[in-house]
T-cell receptor, first 114, second 108 residues
Framework: GAGVSQSPSNKVTEKGKDVELRCDPI?????LYWYRQRLGQGLEFLIY????????KSGLPSDRFSAERTGESVSTLTIQRTQQEDSAVYLC????????????FGPGTRLTVT | KNEVEQSPQNLTAQEGEFITINCSYS?????LHWLQQHPGGGIVSLFM???GKKKHGRLIATINIQEKHSSLHITASHPRDSAVYIC??????????FGTGTSLTVIP
């Protein structure tokens, strides 16, 4: 079956512009996660959805970041007024259930802010 | 201080060797994940465990909750095992902490 997909695969944007990143999880997966990996650095957790709800948004780096999920399916991560430090690979993952099931990762969106 | 510490940071092994990667954490967790990141960047989940031991093929993962420690073992290592291995802990609630990864190179 289809895995987790993300779009776009690459995005180059000018500083100050808004960007929207999309994640399509595996069908039936109730849990969805967003992570960030800056060049040469480790993974950072951004936000987790159970169904359409994100119980805690404190992992988002700043108020320029927002995320939503609809229909217990697609999720979008929006970055407003992008800054150069936002340049990173943004990864999405999904799992059937957070507690007992492994995560399946998408290929990521490489964001470059010039 | 990082919540998750991995060792070693880098590891080079000869094909066929037995490999161990260690992960220690300092917080209470609901689960621990071992991830593999290939040179092209793709990430695959190897194990998710909250107690005991799991085995998939040549890979074995163990966790000791009391000692806050987990190990990933690779038996009969192969060049295709070359990758970065990442330990991650799930804090009940809404946070994950990641180790900095162990870069493994297996030489034929």
């Amino acid at each position: 079956g289809a895995g987790v997909s993300q779009s776009p695969s690459n995005k180059v944007t000018e500083k100050g512009k808004d960007v929207e990143l999309r994640c399509d999880p595996i069908s039936g997966h109730t849990a969805l996660y967003w992570y960030r990996q800056r060049l040469g650095q480790g993974l950072e957790f951004l936000i987790y959805f159970q169904g359409n709800s994100a119980p805690d948004k404190s992992g988002l780096p700043s108020d320029r970041f927002s995320a939503e999920r609809t229909g217990e399916s697609v999720s979008t991560l929006t970055i407003q007024r992008t800054q150069q430090e936002d340049s990173a690979v943004y990864l999405c993952a999904s799992s059937k259930d957070r507690v007992i099931n492994e995560q399946y990762f998408g290929p990521g969106t490489r964001l470059t802010v010039t | 201080k990082n919540e998750v510490e991995q060792s070693p940071q880098n590891l080079t092994a000869q094909e066929g060797e037995f490999i161990t990667i260690n992960c220690s954490y300092s917080v209470g967790i609901s689960a621990l994940h071992w991830l593999q990141q290939h040179p092209g960047g793709g990430i695959v989940s190897l194990f998710m465990l909250s107690s005991g031991k799991k085995k998939h093929g040549r890979l074995i993962a163990t966790i000791n909750i009391q000692e806050k420690h987990s190990s990933l073992h690779i038996t009969a290592s192969h060049p295709r095992d070359s990758a970065v291995y990442i330990c991650a802990v799930d804090i009940a609630g809404n946070q994950f902490y990641f180790g900095t990864g162990t870069s493994l190179t297996v030489i034929p």
